[in-house]
């Protein structure tokens, strides 16, 4: 009796710890990928401009990928997505260009303390830029964790890519990519070894020849990348490649669009 008692009791304590999972998994907060910079736009009443920032909310820390060109309009964006830059935690460069870190400082100067990670080619006086705005710098030079959930797959000929592990498989962001997009995801994979739910972000292939895009696509597509979304500097002739081969999975991008990826 004493015995059939305690084993009910371990079965009921079991059945209730599976249920606080079970609850936790489905109460967490889904992770949304928001477009604030980009050279198109996805909706009305949103400024484009040459660029690119994404904000990730809903992992352990709200991190801002990139921050454009011209803080002004990546202001008004933030404004009119009714999104607050003070909720940021976490600033990551792909890269010094520019189109990608030009509203950095000004983003900083209203924001104030934050952590900004950087590939360790950056020149020492930029870093001394974002430290006197305040700017935590962290400078890349191998993989490492941003936060929890989060990746850096580490320098990749000066540049950088995000990696963000979600409940349907990773989500890989590019700035330009000009090391080749394929060797990004190729990297990203190395370093999370998981499936590939999406690629996003800017690919630098304006100006390719028709059969090295397709070469591109197809590779992406052995790789096992399931969605697809190119912008900013991927060119028109490479995002119609894109479109044919991915069909339905092909994700189209621009300022103010939304990818939200629940539990």
């Not at 990004?184 to 370093?191: L, P, T």
């Amino acid at each position: 009796m004493r015995r059939t008692l305690a084993f009910l009791m371990v079965l009921a304590a079991t059945a209730l710890s599976l249920t606080a999972g079970i609850q936790t998994q489905s109460g967490a907060r889904p992770i949304s990928f928001t477009v604030l910079y980009d050279d198109y736009s996805f909706r009305e009443g949103l400024k484009a401009g040459h660029g690119f920032s994404c904000l990730i909310q809903g992992a352990e820390k709200t991190v801002l990928f990139d921050t454009g060109m011209d803080a002004q309009i990546l202001f008004q964006n933030f404004a009119a997505l009714k999104l607050d830059p003070a909720e940021v935690d976490v600033v990551v460069i792909s890269h010094t260009h520019g189109d990608h870190m030009g509203g950095l400082l000004p983003f900083l100067a209203k924001k104030g303390e934050c952590q900004v990670f950087l590939p360790a080619s950056a020149p020492p006086d930029l870093v001394k830029q974002i430290e006197a705005a305040k700017g935590k710098v962290v400078l890349v030079k191998d993989p490492l964790s941003v936060c929890e959930g989060v990746y850096s797959t580490g320098p990749i000929a000066g540049e950088q890519a995000l990696i963000v592990d979600t409940p349907k498989g990773l989500v890989i962001l590019t700035g330009c990519a000009h090391p080749g997009i394929v060797l990004a995801v190729e990297k990203a994979v190395s370093v999370t070894p998981k499936d590939i739910y999406l690629v996003m972000g800017g690919f630098h292939l304006a100006g390719g020849q028709q059969d090295e895009l397709e070469t591109i696509s197809r590779r992406l597509r052995e790789l096992g990348v399931k969605n697809l979304g190119a912008s900013h500097c991927t060119g028109d002739q490479a995002i119609e490649v894109f479109k044919r081969d991915f069909g339905k999975n092909y994700i189209p991008l621009g300022v103010g669009k939304e990818i939200v990826i629940k539990y």
